[in-house]
């Protein structure tokens, strides 16, 4: 995350993100107590109801629980990947507990599917296949398809080299160069053997049932940037998603 965006970044946001950063890495595991509401209230300059509106977030996230007397504490990880999204800034900030590493570099090839899913003119279409990896185990294989106009824009990022390993993300680095910021994912979520490919590069038996999540970003103007398509190992990661009402 840049400074700009930082900037921009709600109070409560930026509690519960740091807050989240030190849970993963394990600054409050094995019972240790979380700060107090008046202790990250004095230590961040904000306001109790604002640590307690970050709180509240990561109590319905399950990443702490709250014991009446006694204080907040980190909820203990099963191994897994847990994420809880639930804007763009989610998916673009995915990086803040993982790596990415790139199995196949940006290249450019026929794929009539890609192609009509971004609803491109041509079939030819630019490929980066990379594989994501939390605590060093590898939760999850990516294969991101771009427009040509869009792929020239990280075409020589060093990130996007064979065996490059970053704590970027794809869409991460691209919407710095964009003209209109990106507005929309549309996800579909489906279970799917591995094929060979992704069995190989996640160490599981090909045909094993894995958790498919594609996405299709656009901008606000309506243009399709980057479509990815991902294989989860479900052993090694939980996906989330918290609905609220909305104002009536």
Request: hydrophobic letters at 35%; glycine letters at 6%; charged letters at 25%.
């Amino acid at each position: 995350m840049n400074g700009r965006e930082r900037d921009t970044e709600p109070a409560y946001q930026l509690v519960s993100r740091q807050l989240r950063e030190h849970i993963a890495a394990g600054k409050y595991s094995g019972g240790i107590k979380l700060p107090t509401e008046f202790e990250l209230a004095d230590q961040h300059g904000v306001s109790r109801q604002t640590v307690r509106r970050a709180f509240q977030d990561l109590v319905a996230e399950g990443i702490v629980y709250r014991v009446p007397g006694r204080g907040t504490f980190a909820a203990e990880s099963d191994g897994r990947y847990l994420r809880q999204l639930g804007s763009i800034e989610d998916l673009m900030n995915l990086s803040t507990d993982t790596t990415m590493e790139v199995v196949t570099p940006l290249r450019r090839r026929v794929d009539i599917e890609a192609a009509s899913r971004l609803r491109l003119d041509t079939d030819l279409v630019n490929t980066v296949v990379f594989r994501r990896r939390h605590d060093d185990t590898p939760f999850v294989l990516t294969t991101v398809y771009l427009p040509d106009e869009i792929a020239r824009f990280v075409a020589d990022a060093p990130e996007m080299s064979e065996g490059a390993v970053t704590s970027q993300t794809i869409i991460g680095l691209l919407e710095p160069h964009l003209r209109s910021p990106i507005t929309e994912a549309a996800q579909s979520i489906t279970v799917a053997p591995a094929p060979a490919d992704v069995a190989r590069e996640l160490g599981c038996s090909e045909g094993h049932s894995m958790l498919r999540v594609d996405r299709l970003y656009s901008d606000s103007d309506g243009r399709t940037v980057e479509l990815a398509v991902s294989y989860f190992l479900p052993e090694h990661y939980t996906y989330r998603v918290t609905l609220r009402r909305g104002g009536r």
